[in-house]
């Protein structure tokens, strides 16, 4: 990557993150004032208010929409600070769970669930940051399409033999409609290229399982 480049994500990310931090301030005056809202109406219970479950679904439907806003933004946050340092140490499970989260829409219209396993000591990884997350991201995207309509994909970090693992593996519930063997989760060679070559620019390597079962992305450590 040219410093000019660098220079270019740093901007963005700058910027991206001073709304990210404003947003995340209105999601709370929201959720507060839903929250006194639904306190005054609960007071009142007794008395004969028109529409008065109407309302009170309506707030509770406000304060959950603000919870998954402010996870959003917050994982929105965490992203735009990738380009913050060339280089730095990252949580591989707090990665996941926020590349996860970004893509919760997606995952959605899969009708997929995304799990990352923890540990009480989850694997770290020093590395360039954004070059990671781009790698770590296409390998999750390209196995949606692999997993069966409510089935899950996992993401299973692990430190093994002198490498940092991480397993992204499709996994079949009970009753999941599968897919075509033509779906989306078959890389095209133009794509499993890409995401080699992304890999191989911080000293990892990228391996596919047989029958599009999962990815396996392998880093030294």
Known sequence: MTEKSADDLRFFGKVTAGVTH???????????????????????????????????????????????????????????????NDEKEIDIVATARMLAALIERKSRSFEIQIHVETSTAPPMIRTHAVRFEMALLMAIESMMGCVPRGGSLMIVPEIKEGETIINILCKEDSGGVGRPSSGPGELPCESWSALERIVKTINGRADRLAQEKGIILRFNV
Not at 52 to 69: C, D, H, V, W, Y
């Open 22 to 84: 404003d947003l995340q301030n209105v999601i709370a005056v929201i959720k507060e004032t839903a929250g006194l809202m639904e306190d005054i109406l609960l007071m009142n219970r007794d008395k004969e208010l028109p529409f008065f479950e109407k309302f009170q679904k309506s707030l509770t439907t406000i304060k959950n929409q603000a919870i998954r806003g402010s996870t959003l933004i917050k994982s929105l946050n965490e992203f735009a600070h990738a380009p913050d």
